[in-house]
């Protein structure tokens, strides 16, 4: 197993490149399988996760192929990716691919609407909160789906096809929100999701269903309004930047000082979050290449966050932003209202010396003025990477251990910070 060694204590300066969205890389290439035409998707990032799905379109049929780095691309470009559905030569999910990534459940919504039928695996549990998926299948029963659970698998049909309806969700949810557009894009008559979820990924997966064909309005407000139509084609889309890889970049400065410029980042699509970044002390600015993040070596503010659907402050910078304020001239409460156990890098920042009591759904986190490196272990992606960030200011060496957990969101890591001055390397095959 991998893992990475940093040591503390450098400023960071220079330019990191934002990748593609890994959560709308993996609906987007979800919805290849509700055409048999062609999808390419650009600016995929390369990730464990798109891997595994990739692995998991195959079984169903999809073919695919990469294309190469460019002449003179950068070495991070992101690559595109050419999905092809001609044929569903399988309609099931097993276990062993869906319990490895929760959004691959996801396949049940363009399985079922194309092919009237779809077995996927309930999605395993995870280090976040127990994540049931009542709400998906509540969404496609809604469009008509006769839905059974047996034996760990959920069991979906709809041999006359699905029919539009009105879906309310009681609760924000993205994947309930992405498996609504994907299955009743393809239903007969009209839909109206009402309390949709509003992340940018959503909008992006309905722009390129709507390239593909669907009629599908109101993406990234709470009602979108869906016009089934009777096939979609293939369309080429261009994956939108990860505003989480951008927040978690932006924080790292924050926390280690320095002057970044995050290429290709959005501020439209952080706001929220590079709000409390500025009332923390860091300088954001808009620059004409993406974000400029600055931070001199004045003490950081504590600042109280609560996590929210988009557009409140992302439960996916929760754990960045703790570490951030584990060094703050004070205490501050980050309270996290979406995932029920989302809290598990708390123990792992305390061996680095972080002063942090849990309270219910809050966090209180007293900052220290130093902290120090020490062995951590990876527990989930973003947790794994909040210790990274809290290695950059610890003295002397941190090593992370179970890295793999890095690898699902974060492209080249070690080689982004790396390219700006941190002393970071990856240890493979050890520990
Ligand atoms: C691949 C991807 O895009 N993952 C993101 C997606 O996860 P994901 O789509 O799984 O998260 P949801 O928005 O669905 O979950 C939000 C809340 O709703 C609950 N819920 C959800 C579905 C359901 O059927 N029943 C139910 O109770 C969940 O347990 C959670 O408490 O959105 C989360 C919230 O922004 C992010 O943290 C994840 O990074
Ligand atoms: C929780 C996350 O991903 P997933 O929903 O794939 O587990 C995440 O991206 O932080």
């Not at 539009?164 to 929100?177: L, W």
């Not at 959005?266 to 500025?278: F, G, P, T």
């Not at 557009?311 to 409460?333: C, E, I, N, V």
Request: hydrophobic share 45%; proline share 4%; glycine share 10%.
């Amino acid at each position: 197993m991998d893992r990475i060694r940093i040591v503390g204590g450098q400023a960071l300066n220079g330019v990191i490149q934002i990748s593609g969205a890994k959560n709308a890389a993996l609906p987007l290439m979800i919805a290849s399988l509700l055409t048999q035409e062609t999808l390419t998707l650009e600016n995929i990032p390369s990730l464990a996760d798109v891997g595994m799905l990739l692995r998991i379109l195959g079984h169903h049929g999809v073919d695919h192929s990469i294309d190469g780095r460019r002449l003179g691309a950068a070495p991070h470009a992101s690559r595109a990716i050419h999905l092809t559905a001609k044929t569903i030569v399988d309609t099931m999910a097993p276990y062993e691919l869906v319990s490895k990534m929760r959004a691959s459940f996801w396949v049940i919504a363009p399985l079922l609407a194309r092919m009237g039928e779809a077995k996927v695996s309930l999605p395993g549990g995870c280090a976040i909160g127990t994540r049931p998926v009542d709400l998906l299948i509540m969404a496609l029963e809604k469009l008509g789906a006769s839905v059974e659970i047996e034996a760990g698998y959920v069991h979906a049909t709809a041999p006359k096809g699905l029919i539009g309806a009105e879906i309310h969700f009681p609760k924000v949810t993205v994947g309930g929100t992405h498996t609504a557009l994907m299955a009743a894009s393809l239903a007969k008559g009209h839909t109206l999701i009402v309390n949709a979820a509003r992340e940018p990924e959503i909008v992006d997966l309905a722009d390129c269903l709507n390239k593909m064909g669907a009629r599908i309005k109101g993406a990234g407000q709470s009602a979108i309004e869906i016009e089934g139509v009777g096939a979609l084609s293939g369309a080429s889309h261009s994956v939108l930047p990860d505003r989480i890889e951008a927040g978690t970049y932006a924080i790292a400065v924050a926390m280690a000082s320095g002057d970044v410029v995050l290429e290709g980042a959005r501020a439209d699509l952080l706001q929220s979050a590079l709000d409390v970044i500025e009332q923390a002390g860091a300088t954001i600015s808009v620059t004409n290449e993406g974000l400029r993040v600055r931070r001199n070596g004045a003490g950081l503010s504590p600042v109280d966050v609560t996590t929210a659907p988009f557009p409140g402050f992302p439960t996916d910078l929760q754990a960045q932003f703790m570490a951030l304020m584990t060094k703050a001239k004070g205490s501050s409460r980050i309270t996290e209202t979406i995932f029920e156990n989302r809290f598990m890098h708390v123990q792992e920042l305390a061996r680095l010396g972080a002063h942090i009591r849990l309270e219910g759904d809050a966090a209180l986190v007293e900052g220290v003025d130093e902290l120090q490196g020490a062995p951590v272990m990876a527990t989930d992606l973003r947790a794994s990477v909040s210790l990274v960030i809290a290695a950059l200011a610890a003295q002397g060496e941190t090593m992370v251990n179970r890295v793999y957990h890095l690898d699902r969101g974060f492209e080249h890591l070690e080689d982004k910070l790396g390219g700006c001055g941190a002393i970071i390397e990856r240890l493979s095959g050890a520990g």
